[in-house]
């Protein structure tokens, strides 16, 4: 009925608008970026051709080894953080039996999730306060001397972790959730039926069943983390000093306040480069212990 | 949790009748267990609304005053004109919701036209492109932005909401969530239609785009959370107060009031989390619904 180079023309309109967009605002600046990496460039004179310099300047750039370690701190502290508690609340929701109460905990666990998150940082900023903010005062309480949320270099990590936790966690929650529910309930029955214990039941059935989920958690929160800008940049600063300064802080301080273009994009292409690495790492060892259902 | 299970427990808790056995009072206990830390864990994200709410209706000169309160105590509202008076707020919200809506309409065009070429249409070269789409998932916002603003700045678009816009549109995870649903449909229904000598397009538009409905759904609601919470392009892109989003508008709220007044901001805060529950409370069906259909399976 349709002919092979009617589908052909055809098919290419409907994929216009996208392939314009994705390569006017995806495909043109990587390509775009690569060749900025080798410019000089300030926005306002233009681009000058400058060879390996910016990748000299990136392996001798002195702040670049702290901000990539926090960038790393952050990361080893928030995924697992959010792959274990995500991982828990989604357990503990499972096996509440009333409708009414699953639904109370999974709006309060997801709300936060869609809530601006400039909004809340900077109402948990105030928080934060060493002076009169609400977490020093219940410390207060409890007889515990107050904590410098803000500006110790290793108490802005837990900061940040306990804001992230609670706007984030609802996300890696829900998704656990959905893969617990679509396990199909007949596996616990023959496994009950079988004299399984809830342990056996959980590590037998639950978790294996589970791992497609809690792989695409472990891929989409450690993208995530690797580009921590938001909570950061509204909670901290990357303060003190460099103490919280992640990738994207820097990029955007080259960038946008410093106007140097050419040497953000090579730390930009930087960052690019791991994000890859880490992806096809996770990929190549998921065969190990990702089982997908066989349909 | 299995259907046993279930009805016990509905049985022993609904009526006082004591069921005997080991198996049902330990279900108790792990149920109250549960319920005990499940209910720890909703008050670590509650407090804060509730700190924020009742703080947002103290006076201004009590605002950062201890005890803090969980429960509001007074009820200042003029805090609440503040937040519209001092700054261009309603401006703020305003211009959130006109980009929002602009990019979720765009998108969702853009994306389900593209979807039902990569799911209906045969043709060489389909698989390359959506293969190269997909890889463009993994390219990081922080290396695009830089040409991004190079090119909207040649365009003489910094500082317009068509910076915001025009890059928005594009996202290979919508693309790939909807092909993933129109791939569920099966191909008689275009067949049928064709033989009633409707087009190609009458078949997008009139018969695969409303069956695709629960992913367009989703993808609406999780394309205008992203973009409606966006920090980092609003922050790069706009200079002026009256053509910022609420996200940036925040930190002006922050700057006004800041010293003195905290009780503004935290009324902008409340203020700023009725529109993310309005659309949580219209879409968290299809939410669910969409995550489940969204292909976690391979």
């Known amino acids: ?295 | 949790m299995s259907k046993i299970g279930d009805f016990e427990i509905k049985n022993s808790t609904s009526k006082p009748v004591v069921s005997p056995g080991s198996f049902n009072s330990r279900m108790k206990k792990i149920n109250l267990v549960t319920h005990g830390g499940l209910m720890l864990f909703a008050l670590y994200l509650a407090l804060p609304f509730m700190w924020i709410i009742s703080t947002s209706l103290r006076l201004p000169k009590d605002s950062f005053s201890l005890p803090p309160t969980f429960w509001p105590t007074d009820f200042i509202v003029g805090n609440y004109l503040d937040v519209f008076l001092q700054v261009p707020f309603t401006a703020f919200i305003l211009n959130s919701i006109k980009i929002a809506a602009i990019v979720v309409l765009g998108h969702i065009i853009i994306s389900s036209m593209a979807a039902y070429a990569f799911s209906r249409i045969d043709f060489p070269g389909r698989n390359v492109v959506f293969i190269i789409f997909l890889a463009g998932l993994m390219i990081p916002g922080q290396v695009t932005i830089i040409p991004q603003f190079i090119l909207l700045s040649k365009l003489n678009l910094v500082d317009t909401h068509a910076s915001l816009i025009l890059p928005a549109l594009i996202n290979p995870i919508g693309i790939f969530l909807i092909r993933q649903m129109m791939l569920t449909i099966p191909k008689t229904f275009d067949e049928a239609a064709f033989i009633d000598g409707a087009n190609r397009f009458w078949v997008y538009y009139r018969v695969i785009l409303p069956m695709a409905m629960p992913a367009i759904v989703v993808t609406s609601v999780m394309h205008f959370i992203a973009t409606w919470n966006d920090f980092f392009r609003p922050l790069i892109f706009l200079n002026t107060y009256e053509k910022m989003t609420l996200p940036i508008g925040m930190t002006v709220l922050k700057g006004v009031f800041g010293t003195g007044n905290l009780s503004a901001i935290l009324a902008g805060v409340t203020i700023s989390l009725i529109p993310p529950l309005l659309i949580y409370i219209l879409g968290q069906k299809y939410l669910v619904e969409g995550i489940t259909m969204g292909g976690l399976k391979q």
């Not at chain 1, 357990?91 to 666990?109: A, E, H, P, Q």
């Not at chain 1, 709300?111 to 105030?126: D, E, K, M, N």
């Not at chain 1, 893969?179 to 007949?186: A, E, R, S």
Request: aromatic share 16%; net charge neutral; no cysteine.
């Open chain 1, 1 to 295: 009925m349709h002919s092979k180079g009617r589908n052909t023309v055809v098919g290419f309109l409907f994929l216009l608008p996208a392939i314009l967009t994705f390569g006017l605002f995806i495909g043109e600046p990587l390509i775009h970026a690569l060749i900025l990496s080798f410019t000089e460039y300030n926005v306002i004179t233009p681009a000058k051709l400058i060879g390996w310099d910016n990748f000299k300047q990136f392996l001798n750039d002195d702040r670049l080894g702290l901000i990539y370690w926090n960038t790393f701190k952050f990361l080893i502290i928030l995924v697992p953080m959010h792959m274990i508690a995500g991982l828990l609340l989604a357990l503990g929701v499972s096996r509440i039996l009333s409708n009414k109460w699953k639904y109370f905990y999974r709006t309060i666990f997801y709300f936060p999730v869609l809530v601006t998150t400039a909004s809340v940082a900077i109402a948990w900023q105030f928080m934060f306060d060493f002076d009169f903010g609400v977490l020093n005062y219940l410390l207060g309480l409890m007889g515990i001397n107050p904590v410098e949320w803000l500006t110790s270099p290793s108490w802005v990590y837990v900061s940040v972790a306990i804001f992230s936790l609670w706007k984030f966690v609802g996300n890696s929650f829900l998704f656990y959730l959905i893969g617990i529910q679509n396990i199909p309930k007949t596996l616990y029955e023959a496994a009950e039926i079988d004299g399984a214990s809830s342990f056996q039941r959980l590590f037998k059935i639950t978790l294996p069943l589970l791992t497609p989920t809690i792989f695409f958690v472990l891929i989409t929160t450690m993208i995530g983390a690797i580009q921590i800008f938001d909570e950061p940049y509204l909670i901290t600063n990357g303060g003190p000093l460099d103490a919280s300064r992640t990738i994207s802080l820097y990029i955007y301080e080259l960038a946008f306040q410093n106007h140097t273009m050419g040497y953000a994009s090579t730390v930009a292409l930087s960052l690019f480069v791991i994000i890859l690495i880490i992806t096809i790492i996770q990929f190549k060892m998921s065969n190990r212990w990702v089982h997908y259902e066989q349909d």
